[in-house]
């Protein structure tokens, strides 16, 4: 009888060990990005996927994701990964080049040219170094994503750098600005998900940004000409989803191996999509009746060479292993 008190006992013990241990695996993350939800922005749907995969591992993973900027703003999310206050985000990784200068690299006009381009970029040792500043810094890269990007404007069509003069233009990053103000444009500096309004109250004539962000945050209300990416994208921006590393390394096996196995299915997702992007863009802007145009093989080449007085020179001379990481960008095929 008293053996089978202690066998109880054990068992008893046993149970709450196993319990504990269950419960102690259960985790919450958060994820925050500054793109519409359940809008089908592409950028959205890869987080969620993510957090619907992850939930599905029944490995004891919860992500909460926070679309639209509603938790973190959206140049403040780099900084809130590595400050503890969110542990996943899709991020144009061009808004960290004031902590970090080489991830300018990572908007440069015309530097990537196309969507298949873009996948042999990520394979290059130019993304190992990118990549190894990311991690360096405490934050994981979860997938890749890659996003063409187009010109908009209230006025005129732009097409060559003439059209850019005496423009306010609401540039993505600073290297796409080093060319806006060497075509004659002066400069607004706010994040995608502001653009709608500096267009509506004539803070800005024009914008650049992502395909993406041209249809689901609806400008084809605001401008009257698109400058569509076609066959000679100059616009092409490096949004992945990251993660931090602290967040990352709380994480057992069985829940990493879960977030990789969904991260992996949901940039696979993207590719898929990414190029769908530009199409759908076209069809809306056509649909809303603005005008849409693409750059000839001359006119993106005339952009290239206010590009290379601009943007790639500035990058070069100021930005520590900047031409190097050029160099390592522009041998790939």
């Not at 423009?167 to 500096?189: C, D, N, P, Q």
Request: charged share 25%.
């Amino acid at each position: 009888m008293i053996r089978m008190t202690h066998l109880g006992m054990a068992a008893g013990l046993a149970l709450g060990l196993a319990a504990a241990q269950v419960q102690a695996a259960d985790l919450t993350l958060k994820a925050s990005h500054q793109f519409p939800g359940g809008k089908g922005d592409v950028r959205d749907e890869m987080v969620q996927m993510i957090a619907r995969e992850a939930a599905a591992a029944n490995v004891g993973l919860d992500i909460k994701v926070y679309p639209g900027a509603s938790l973190v703003k959206a140049t403040e999310q780099w900084n809130a990964m590595l400050k503890g206050q969110i542990d996943i985000t899709s991020f144009p990784l061009d808004y960290a080049s004031g902590q970090h200068a080489e991830f300018g690299a990572t908007l440069m006009p015309g530097l990537v040219k196309s969507h298949e381009h873009a996948k042999r970029i990520n394979a290059s040792p130019f993304m190992q170094d990118i990549k190894k500043i990311i991690n360096d810094a405490g934050v994981v890269v979860l997938a890749d994503a890659w996003l063409a990007g187009a010109f908009g404007s209230k006025e005129k069509c732009i097409l060559v750098p003439d059209d850019a003069k005496g423009l306010k233009v609401r540039s993505a990053g600073a290297t796409f600005a080093e060319m806006w103000a060497g075509a004659g444009a002066s400069i607004i500096s706010i994040p995608s998900n502001e653009v709608y309004n500096a267009l509506q109250t004539g803070v800005a004539d024009a914008t650049d940004t992502s395909s993406g962000s041209f249809v689901s945050f609806r400008l084809y209300e605001q401008v009257k000409c698109l400058t569509a990416p076609g066959d000679n994208a100059l616009w092409f921006m490096y949004e992945p989803v990251l993660m931090s590393k602290r967040s990352f390394d709380k994480l057992n096996d069985a829940q990493k191996k879960a977030i990789m196995a969904a991260s992996k299915k949901a940039e696979d997702y993207f590719a898929a999509e990414s190029k769908k992007l530009d199409e759908k863009l076209v069809e809306a802007y056509t649909k809303a009746g603005v005008k849409v145009v693409e750059m000839s093989d001359e006119q993106a080449n005339k952009w290239r060479e206010v590009a290379n007085k601009t943007s790639y020179k500035t990058f070069a001379d100021k930005v520590p292993n900047g031409k190097a990481l050029i160099v390592k960008a522009l041998q790939v095929r």
